[in-house]
């Protein structure tokens, strides 16, 4: 079975702090990708990576940055964590050859910042 | 741009029963691919049934259908013999094939409780 790992499932951190959310899949997936949950919008898209060192904005990247330097993990990065960052986030990866839209979810992790 | 519209926030079904969950979707698109992805509490989301709009045929896997209507833009999601496992958020999700590789667009969710 493909497994998509988040790091930690539970964060809490002050207003400021650099937080890192690390994310690992075994499937040999091109494709990785980091989506913010908040009740009532959905999911939304902050950052993809389609390749090692290759990266993409998604529709919110404002206040996230992310690092692929393995194929196998990417990183979410908030250089100075604000109270509206306090959200579910969730990793997903998928391959690229024939890729038919079928994205592999980690368990996310919920970050709560104060 | 393409939107997804899922206008029941939440739903509620017996066990056994079939429920039904909506979704909309806005597009100028011909060829795209549709989903219905499953989050139970605490876990994984995963995929629970995929259509391209290309066929005609409603997609079905075991207790779950489609009912995909092209030039409404709607689709769908039929539950029959609901079991309390089936208690989750759905997601309803659109994607250009083509485009940024696995840019789904979610709609906002549907919360289902199966009541016993």
């Known amino acids: 079975d493909v497994k998509v790992t988040q790091s930690s499932r539970y964060l809490v951190k002050r207003t400021g702090e650099k937080v890192f959310l690390e994310c690992v899949q075994d499937?040999?997936?091109?494709?990785m990708f980091w989506y913010r949950q908040d009740p009532g919008l959905g999911l939304r898209l902050i950052y993809f990576?389609?390749?090692?060192?290759?990266?993409e904005k998604g529709d919110i990247p404002e206040g996230y940055s992310v690092s692929r330097e393995k194929k196998e993990r990417f990183s979410l990065i908030l250089e100075s964590a604000s109270t509206n960052q306090t959200s579910m986030y969730l990793c997903?990866?998928?391959?690229?050859?024939?890729?038919?839209?079928?994205?592999?979810f980690g368990e996310g992790s919920r970050l709560t910042v104060l | 741009a393409q939107t997804v519209t899922q206008s029941q926030p939440e739903m509620s079904v017996q066990e056994a029963e079939t429920v039904t969950l909506s979704c909309t979707y806005d597009t100028s698109e011909s060829d795209y691919y549709l989903f219905w992805y499953k989050q139970p509490p605490s876990r994984q989301m995963i995929l629970v049934i995929r259509?391209?709009?290309?066929?005609?045929q409603n997609a079905t896997e075991n207790r779950f259908s489609v009912n995909f209507q092209k030039a409404a833009k709607s689709f769908s999601l039929k539950i029959s013999d609901s079991q309390l496992g089936d208690a989750a958020m759905y997601f309803c999700?659109?994607?250009?094939?083509?485009?940024?590789?696995?840019?789904?667009?979610f709609g906002k969710g549907t919360k289902l409780s199966v009541k016993p």
């Open positions: 259509q391209e709009a290309y066929k005609q």
């Open positions: 997903a990866s998928s391959f690229t050859s024939g890729y038919t839209g079928e994205l592999f």
């Open positions: 990576s389609y390749d090692v060192k290759m990266k």
């Open positions: 499937m040999d997936h091109e494709n």
């Open positions: 999700a659109y994607m250009t094939p083509g485009g940024s590789q696995g840019n789904l667009i």
